[in-house]
């Protein structure tokens, strides 16, 4: 059975305080869910924030590493470290970081393959542009972008990989993907991992969508058969809408 997940991606946001305020009204409001709930800060914040999550439901986790064990890489952090305090999942190919830090398809096969040799789990994000889905293009790109970063992985290393289907033009926009277009883009995914590594395995894979998620729209979204669970990024910096949205899963 493949886990519900439900992971707020919190971005370049909130202050120590701010973190410790957040992350007290999500523990203190967290309702039961069958879902796994994560959270994502700032690096500087993820120590406080795993002291003060320890115990709790709530899983603390990096928006990023790098792919080198340590070294000469200035502003980067590895995986030794974010073990070290605690951390064992790491979001990598945020579209943002493909954007404005140049990630590209092979830096984030790398960054992959650190990750899994590190024995962590990765929430793993693709998803296409406005004018690659206004072209007709966008199951191509999804298809390449998995294909580039993933599929040269045993069939083993999957256990470790969370997808994240965030089409570009729905991140921040106010702009959803319709359900339908969600659960059309999910199935597509999941027969690509079919193809690859068989239909059992992909049954496995959890497949998250992201991109204006919201409570008003999560249920609907979480409903359909193939998405399981959202990565939400504007809507977790607010405790109620994070837990919102957490209820949407059930
Ligand atoms: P959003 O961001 O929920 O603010 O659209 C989603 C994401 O970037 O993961």
């Not at 967290?30 to 709530?58: W, Y």
Request: proline share 3%; with cysteine.
């Amino acid at each position: 059975m493949r886990s519900k997940i439900v992971a707020g991606n919190w971005k370049m946001n909130k202050t120590a305080g701010q973190t410790n305020a957040l992350l007290a009204e999500l523990s203190a409001k967290l309702p039961d869910t069958r879902a796994e709930v994560m959270v994502a800060p700032v690096f500087v914040n993820l120590t406080q924030a795993v002291g003060q999550l320890g115990g709790s439901k709530i899983e603390v986790v990096a928006q990023n590493m790098h792919f080198a064990d340590n070294g000469a890489y200035t502003g980067e952090v590895a995986a030794d470290m974010l073990l070290d305090i605690g951390i064992k999942t790491v979001i990598l190919g945020h579209s943002e970081r493909r954007a404005y830090f140049g990630e590209d398809d092979a830096l984030l096969a790398k960054k992959v393959q650190q990750a899994l040799a590190k024995q962590m789990r990765v929430i793993f994000c693709f998803g296409e542009e406005l004018a690659d889905r206004k072209a007709g293009n966008h199951f191509n790109v999804v298809e390449s972008q998995l294909k580039n970063a993933l599929f040269a992985l045993p069939a083993d290393a999957w256990k470790q990989i969370v997808l994240a289907y965030e089409p570009v033009w729905a991140i921040g926009t106010g702009e959803t993907a319709s359900p339908e277009q969600a659960q059309e883009m999910h199935a597509f995914i999941r027969q690509l991992i079919a193809g690859g590594y068989g239909d059992a395995l992909a049954q496995n894979v959890s497949i998250l969508y992201g991109g204006s998620v919201k409570p008003g729209n999560a249920a609907e979204i979480f409903s359909k058969p193939d998405v399981d669970g959202g990565l939400i990024g504007g809507a977790s910096l607010v405790a109620d809408d994070f837990i919102g949205i957490i209820k949407g899963i059930g």
